[in-house]
């Protein structure tokens, strides 16, 4: 009796931690990291991202998997004295620009309508791999911004602003489209625990480097760059991940990553979010940083024999349709090719008609401005203006007659 | 027209060009010191596919990332430019590869693209489609275009995406065909420009990588951003085209370039500490014959040695060994440098030299891995590589002054006391720059320095013009010129700047914007040479960024007033003070004294208030 009664009590725990181990699971890492600051003198801001880009690419997310945000130039600015370089320390032990960097948005592309339509995916069919967020159900995204904020609101570039309820339903409409399993907000800025407050998707973890009427400070400037190289919340997060997350198999928690925010040193009280997470902050704290800094694939394995729509095999017999409808259209074509060109050597003939279209270039091609006789077009003007004054004249001499 | 010393090197580019069109991969490296203590360096990469295997998307060598964009934007041909920088003619000389290789400010690109209809027109080759107008063919163009631009802008990390109808033009004589096509293919040439665009490492990175060795091995191992961007010029350029030797045997042609500018004293700093300090006390050379010379004062005295430079010092890395994709890599010269035969030189072990008999020329055979280096050691400087004159200074300036009105000014100078000069000069103008045409004006300055006022028609032998539509396109301009010998031609036009919507503006409005250079295309189609002005900076007339949320102050200030006012005149009731306090007062007293104020006061005809 007393064993089965045993039993039966662990029985929940061990269905809580299954199902906890299978909604841990992801199969993909994403990174969307932004900063929103023009201008030299938020060197920082720009310092901030690509440290954070240095350390998420050190844990393995690839290039490809990481949007990075970059509203100036700051590497190859005038003004900076080590070219091609950007340093978060006034060590400059760690060149964040090195040799090997994608920008995926840069300059004027950073705006608002941009990072809303990465997130949401809503994006002309021409926009480039690398510009979208390929993220899906099963995708944990960390999302990373710094700028100049405040209540509810985050700056971009100095000329327009993204406000927290603009954040709140891009990420509900990120959750709506299965475009991730769990998200990981962090953000720099003044007031910063404001912009994750109108959050209403699950699965979300957000923190935010300050309080509502707080100012997040810079941590230390470098004289040779001439202006502050990072923030203290995020030199003290990179303190955290450099030290201790030192691979990619770091069983660290984001328990562990917000107990080490320390209050004294950030000079701001930073803030957590843990309410949207299913099991809130006990199931939160248990997450690894590397599963969201870190690209950690769990494979998916589907049932291969399974004919029901969207699975393996169904996928692979459309894919070797499409490869043969391809090439089809690739012999078709080079047949018609080769015809033409043949048609084209054989006479002239073909030549002067396939050349005949280009007399109707002219109405999108610059014309060609020619010399005219300035006195023929004048004395049309003087027909025209005396063709006109006699049509008034008569007219009004016929007026006057009837009355 | 010129002497051309530069023209055995480039003769010699193209000859061996020619004996490797085999060869699928080639790349090397020229080096040639330049006054003023700078050095060209000039990279040249070719990689070759045959057209087959290219249409089979068979790839080897060429990329596969450059050629499935090309493929899916049906692109022809391909030139695309990232340059930062001035090239300084009055102490350089001509332009490296005649300019040919060279770009706008920020990134240039133009394209030959394949208007025709995909397959399904070519399949029912009778009507709907092989009849259509010209213009749905131009708009197919055109949509490949933004297809090609908003790929390439992935592929390469730059903003190419903003090259949209405003920035488009389709120039009509400025550039022409590099490659070999079939005579009846209907081609549209598509022309863009982005002259603010930022040229940083992230464009070297994916630069890098097309290339077949990933800049691992061989002369690309020099390639680092840190040096590159911090040249005084620097110019990096794909080029695709199609080479046919038959009408069967084609080759699809990939060439990249990096040409840069290094200051040979700025590049030897080392990268951890680049802030120049004061030469110390006792370095400093002086010139001990001043009559003021002393311990504090000094004249510092002229250096007639050319300095000391090696390839790892002004890189900061060695050349790795040679790329080993090459069929022929081991017997190339690849590294070739332009300096005098009596100059001395050091180089790594295993390289072997050969000189040129033009007496200024030597090239390096690598050894197939290994480290190269190459010291040039201090010596005294006795003759210098000649430079060729450029055939003609171009200057670009914006006059005028106020936020309304502009012009625009264009400085052409013939060196030559001979010949006169034609070229093709072509510009484009962002849509919200609105020229005036009919003020072009033409002013000729001899040598003896007396300006004359001329007819454009005696300089300009052709125009091609397009005007602008407000946020549609910009205003294109290409006129055939000619410069008489040993004269200068100013051209002069006025403008007027139009007013943009409150959202048009960028970030940073106040800073200007930019103005793309122009373009210029001297000699025939054969062997052209190119030149580009600097680019432009026009201020445009800014708004107050603030003032909406000054109006929104406002008239949030006004209303409340206004609705405060007649909200109280409509809902309150105004009385004397004496009133006020009886009407308030509750004993029957109080109110009596308060009726007999009231009426003593409507007796006197004070009753005009609302009760």
Known sequence: MS?????????????????????????????????????????????????LYRTVKRLGIPDSQIILMLPDDMACNPRNVFPGTVYSNADRAVDLYGDNIEVDYRGYEVTVENFIRLLTDRLDEDVPRSKRLGSDAGSNVLVYMTGHGGDQFLKFQDSEEIGAWDLADAFGQMWEKKRYHELL?????????????????????ATGSSELDQSSYSHHADNDVGVAVIDRWTYYVLEFLETQVTSANSKLTLGDLFDSYDETKIHSQPGVRWDLFPGAEQEGRLRTVVDFFGNVQNIEVENTTATDPGSLKEDLIEIARLVEKWRARDR??????????????????GLQVSLSPHSARKNFEPAKMSQEAPWEKRLVGASVLGICAAVWLTGSILGRSSV | MIVLSLFPLFLLVALSSLTYATSDYHESLTLQPLPQSSLLASFNFRSNASQESFDERNFRHFPRA????????????LHLRFTTGRWDAESWGSRPWYGVKEGNTGVELWAWIDGADDQECVQSSSDPCSLDAYADEDKRAFAKWITLTQSLSGLFCASLNFIDSTRTTRPVASFSLAGDHPASSNLHLLHGTLPGEVVCTENLTPFLKLLPCKGKAGVAS?????????????????????????????????????????????????????????????????????PYHSDDTCYPLEKTSEGGWSLSEIFGRTVSGVCPLGDS????????????????VAVSEGAVETRKPDGFTRCYTLQPSGAFDLVMPEQEATTHVPLDEPVLRAERTIVGHGVERGGMRIIFDNPSDTDAVDFMYFETLPWFLRPYVHTLQATITGRDGIRRQVPTSQLIKETFYRPAIDRERGTQLELALSVPAASTVTLTYDFEKAILRYTEYPPDANRGFNVAPAVIKLGGHENPIYMRTTSLLLPLPTPDFSMPYNVIILTSTVIALAFGSIFNLLVRRFVSAEEAAALTSQTLKGRLAGKVVAIRDRIKGKSAKVE
Not at chain 1, 41 to 51: E, M, T
Not at chain 1, 185 to 205: E, K, L, R, V
């Open chain 1, 3 to 51: 064993p089965y009664f045993g039993l039966l009590r662990a029985l929940p725990f061990l269905l809580t931690l299954f199902a906890s181990l299978a909604s841990s699971e992801h199969t993909s890492n994403w990174a969307v990291l932004v900063s929103t600051s023009r201008f030299w003198f938020n060197y920082r801001h720009l310092a901030n991202v690509l440290s």
């Open chain 1, 185 to 205: 907000f962090m953000i720099d800025t003044c007031q910063a625990n404001t912009m994750y407050t109108h959050f209403y998707s699950p699965n979300i973890i």
């Open chain 1, 332 to 349: 078709e074509y080079l047949v018609s090719q080769n015809d033409s060109s043949l048609r084209a050597g054989n006479d002239n003939s």
């Open chain 2, 66 to 77: 450059l050629g499935q964009i090309l493929q899916h934007a049906h692109t022809k041909e």
């Open chain 2, 222 to 290: 020099l390639l680092d951003g840190h040096k590159l961007f911090d040249a005084s010029w620097q110019s990096m350029s794909v080029d695709v085209r199609p080479v046919c030797s038959g009408p069967d045997d084609c080759l699809v042609q990939i060439e990249q370039t990096v040409d840069i500018v290094l200051d040979l004293d700025r590049s030897k700093r080392p990268r951890d500490n680049p802030i120049p300090r004061p030469v110390p006390n006792d370095q400093l050379a002086c010139d001990t014959s001043k």
């Open chain 2, 329 to 344: 890599q081991s017997s190339e010269e690849t590294i070739c440098l332009r300096v005098p035969h009596e100059r001395g």
